[in-house]
């Protein structure tokens, strides 16, 4: 057998892989894998997150638990936008992440998506998003809805993350919408207490995401990031992300000021407060653990919002 019959053979050996049909089995395998990869691109984590900030929004303005009718589609709804607007902000940030090994299984997940299903998933996720809110809810919920997909992919991942180390700051806005979004699900309206709530959650934003950057600033220094440690150092960093944290106080409390919650509120607020700043103070300031104070912050905004959510539903039974 001559190198004339061996190419034909390895020809024929490769025709033949490339024409077999896969198996049942290979084909639930890879659809498993791209459905959890998609689910991986459109952050879960956060999603989860601003729907509490959603339900927390509603039962505010309900004064209590929000019908099944207006809470479903408005949690639908809120879902939805935020994870088609992280999908847009993968495929935006796709070359500055590839750059952040933290973020390489999420890089990995992207890469198997694809960028043309990725756009498709985040624009479906987009739609579908308004439609309900616009449908279903009302015209100022849908406009909310769309501020939050337009802050956080135009306005924040183009323009603010990219240009300035205060970018953070304004860039907590989209975070914070849902808290709106869920409120003018119900009311139809933005009433005060929606308003506190969502500047409490413009305030937490900063020091959550700066404890982050603190501790993967070499990274955003590689992916070319101008966060805040990088571009004006760690001390005014951490001093920056301290005072934040102590005007977290005064802004929970307000709640209990104006009387849309109760002073069992006000301690459980007092006590998630000292908490926080505690590990900020631990963690950030005498020691460089910033993991903790990130894990911590956390925490604390999801006891903020589940404790609006007890104080003000069980209130008014």
Request: proline letters at 5%; hydrophobic letters at 50%; aromatic letters at 10%.
């Given at each position: 057998?001559g190198?004339?019959?061996?190419?034909?053979?390895?020809?024929?050996?490769?025709?033949?892989?490339?024409?077999?049909?896969?198996?049942?089995?290979?084909?639930?395998?890879?659809?498993?894998?791209?459905?959890?990869?998609?689910?991986?691109?459109?952050?879960?984590?956060?999603a989860?997150g601003?729907?509490?900030?959603?339900?927390?929004?509603?039962?505010?303005?309900?004064?209590?638990?929000?019908?099944?009718?207006?809470?479903?589609?408005?949690?639908?709804?809120?879902?939805?936008?935020?994870?088609?607007?992280?999908?847009?902000?993968?495929?935006?940030?796709?070359?500055?992440?590839?750059?952040?090994?933290r973020?390489?299984?999420?890089?990995?997940?992207m890469?198997?998506?694809?960028?043309?299903?990725?756009?498709?998933?985040?624009?479906?996720?987009?739609?579908?998003?308004?439609?309900?809110?616009?449908?279903?809810?009302?015209?100022?919920?849908a406009?909310?809805?769309?501020?939050?997909?337009?802050?956080?992919?135009?306005?924040?991942?183009?323009?603010?993350?990219?240009?300035?180390?205060?970018?953070?700051?304004?860039?907590?806005?989209?975070?914070?919408?849902?808290?709106?979004?869920?409120?003018?699900?119900?009311?139809?309206?933005?009433?005060?207490?929606?308003?506190?709530?969502?500047?409490?959650?413009l305030l937490?934003?900063?020091?959550?995401?700066?404890?982050?950057?603190?501790?993967?600033?070499?990274?955003?220094?590689?992916?070319?990031?101008?966060?805040?440690?990088?571009?004006?150092?760690?001390?005014?960093?951490?001093i920056?992300?301290?005072?934040?944290?102590?005007?977290?106080?005064?802004?929970?409390?307000?709640?209990?000021?104006?009387?849309?919650c109760?002073?069992?509120?006000?301690?459980?607020a007092?006590?998630?407060?000292?908490?926080?700043?505690?590990?900020?103070?631990?963690?950030?300031?005498?020691?460089?653990?910033?993991?903790?104070?990130?894990?911590?912050?956390?925490?604390?905004?999801?006891g903020?919002?589940?404790?609006?959510?007890?104080?003000?539903?069980t209130?008014?039974?």
């Amino acid at each position: 057998m001559g190198p004339g019959d061996l190419a034909r053979g390895n020809g024929a050996i490769k025709t033949a892989a490339l024409s077999r049909k896969p198996r049942e089995g290979e084909e639930g395998s890879r659809t498993a894998d791209l459905a959890g990869s998609a689910l991986l691109v459109s952050k879960p984590g956060i999603a989860s997150g601003v729907a509490l900030a959603g339900l927390a929004g509603m039962v505010l303005a309900a004064n209590g638990m929000p019908r099944a009718a207006v809470a479903v589609p408005c949690l639908a709804s809120v879902i939805a936008a935020a994870s088609g607007s992280a999908v847009v902000n993968g495929i935006l940030d796709a070359s500055m992440d590839a750059r952040m090994p933290r973020l390489s299984g999420r890089v990995e997940a992207m890469r198997r998506v694809g960028s043309e299903g990725a756009l498709a998933l985040s624009l479906g996720l987009i739609l579908v998003s308004l439609f309900v809110s616009y449908r279903y809810l009302h015209g100022l919920t849908a406009a909310l809805v769309l501020a939050a997909v337009l802050s956080y992919t135009v306005l924040y991942t183009l323009f603010l993350k990219r240009r300035s180390p205060y970018g953070t700051i304004p860039g907590g806005i989209p975070g914070a919408l849902p808290v709106l979004i869920g409120y003018s699900a119900v009311a139809g309206r933005i009433g005060m207490d929606g308003v506190i709530l969502f500047l409490v959650m413009l305030l937490w934003q900063p020091p959550h995401f700066w404890a982050l950057a603190l501790e993967h600033r070499e990274e955003y220094r590689d992916a070319g990031i101008p966060v805040l440690p990088v571009v004006l150092g760690e001390p005014y960093t951490k001093i920056l992300l301290f005072l934040y944290a102590v005007s977290l106080l005064p802004a929970t409390l307000a709640l209990w000021a104006f009387g849309y919650c109760s002073g069992a509120f006000a301690w459980v607020a007092f006590a998630l407060w000292g908490c926080f700043l505690f590990s900020c103070y631990r963690n950030v300031v005498v020691r460089s653990r910033y993991r903790r104070a990130f894990g911590a912050s956390i925490v604390y905004m999801m006891g903020i919002l589940l404790a609006v959510i007890v104080d003000v539903s069980t209130r008014t039974v």
